[in-house]
């Protein structure tokens, strides 16, 4: 019997695809059995051709199922190295380089995004115009996405916190500063 | 830092997307094993599995701005190791031909001990070799589904997402992965 090439076609002489009964072997090794299946399964225990087949495709399935119940073992410090990897490439693609006069620093994507909603915080606690912001720091700069309380002219709201926040971020970073963009993505309910 | 061990898988995207690096971080530490396990059955080969996962966590993190929401985490994640690992193939076809040495060998020595003393440890371990060596010589759109149904017991709706590809499409796909790695077993008994 060669099944490589044409055995998915084959059709056993009650009808049945040997092809589908493979899929039941393997779904029912799986341990996964599929809804299609229990038509055929019906039919199966009440056809000896389908049977005999059923067996022989079971014990040649046997060593796929033996494999796959078997544990791999996962090499122990590959979370640390995956950790590591991410942090590296986390600090190369998301820290902001601030030039000053004595050189450049990296000023990192989480740090940014603390100064930045503590900030937001601040202006919020002055003007009770702003909820909790979103902070997000990319190549192209800051972007802060907030919620302005019911009853505020939200593009003046918007401009306030803008300003704010680039005065805040030019006194620590001078010329350097990132850029900064804030939309208004939601109202507060009163 | 906040406790994120108790969190959904869910949660930890959606606080990773806005900006937690400590959620994503949980996230490598709870799905790197399934990962690994997904990339080595796909390559073959330790080495490169581990270069996979590597591959496939700096790959989620940069699409994270771009997760919506709309597929289950572990399927967005398996989806992105399965083309991690599938661009690894796809490198390692350009390049001169590497036996698949290692990928046995991977799996095979983290094998229970054998209940039936050395032979029946070795005869496991030749089938086990084999089985992995059937494996390697389908086609990645056979390999892929294979792997996921028959090793990671995914049904067949979530491995049509992951595939992006209907499920009638799915299902002729591992009928063919299946005879043809059947038929292979077959001819090394
Ligand atoms: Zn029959």
Redesign the pocket.
């Known amino acids: 019997m060669n099944l490589d090439r044409s055995g998915d076609d084959q059709v ?1 002489a ?1 009808g ?1 695809p040997v092809g589908s009964l493979l899929a039941l072997v393997a779904d029912r090794a799986a341990r996964r059995p599929d809804a299609d299946s229990s038509t055929l399964a019906r ?2 225990s009440g ?1 000896a ?2 049977q005999r087949r059923l067996r022989e495709l079971a014990s040649g399935w046997e060593p796929v199922r033996r494999e796959a119940a078997r544990e791999v073992a996962v090499p122990p410090n590959l979370v640390e190295e995956a950790l590591h990897g991410l942090a590296t490439v986390r600090q190369r693609e998301t820290s902001v380089e601030v030039v000053e006069a004595g050189g450049s620093i990296r000023v990192s994507r989480g740090a940014l995004v603390l100064l930045v909603r503590q900030e937001v915080a601040d202006f919020a606690a002055g003007t009770s115009t702003v909820g909790r912001p979103t902070v997000r720091v990319s190549a192209d700069g800051v972007t802060v996405e907030v919620a302005a309380r019911y009853g505020v002219r939200v593009p003046l709201a918007a401009d306030a916190l803008r300003r704010h926040l680039v005065a805040s971020l030019d006194e620590h970073f001078g010329t350097a500063a990132p850029a900064v963009r804030v939309l208004v993505t939601d109202v507060l309910e009163p | 830092m906040e406790r994120l061990v108790g969190h959904g898988d869910r949660e930890l995207v959606e606080a990773a997307v806005g900006g937690a690096d400590g959620a994503f971080d949980e996230l490598v530490r709870r799905h790197t094993p399934r990962l690994y396990r997904v990339a080595l059955r796909i390559v073959g080969d330790r080495a490169d599995a581990e270069d996979v996962v590597q591959d496939a966590w700096i790959s989620a993190w940069r699409a994270l701005p771009r997760y919506r929401g709309d597929a289950e985490p572990s399927t967005w994640l398996y989806r992105v190791v399965t083309n991690a690992a599938l661009g690894r193939l796809r490198r390692r076809r350009r390049m001169p031909e590497q036996p698949m040495t290692d990928a046995a060998a991977a799996i095979l020595d983290t094998m229970p001990a054998p209940g039936g003393g050395p032979e029946a440890g070795v005869l496991r371990q030749e089938r086990g070799d084999q089985v992995q060596r059937a494996i390697a010589t389908l086609d990645s759109s056979q390999r892929v589904p294979l792997v996921l149904r028959e090793f990671e017991g995914l049904d067949y709706e979530e491995i049509a997402a992951i595939l992006g590809v209907g499920v009638p499409a799915l299902r002729a796909r591992l009928h063919r992965a299946r005879v043809v790695l059947l038929g292979r077993l077959r001819e090394v008994q």
């Open positions: 056993l009650c049945t039919h199966v056809c051709g389908c």
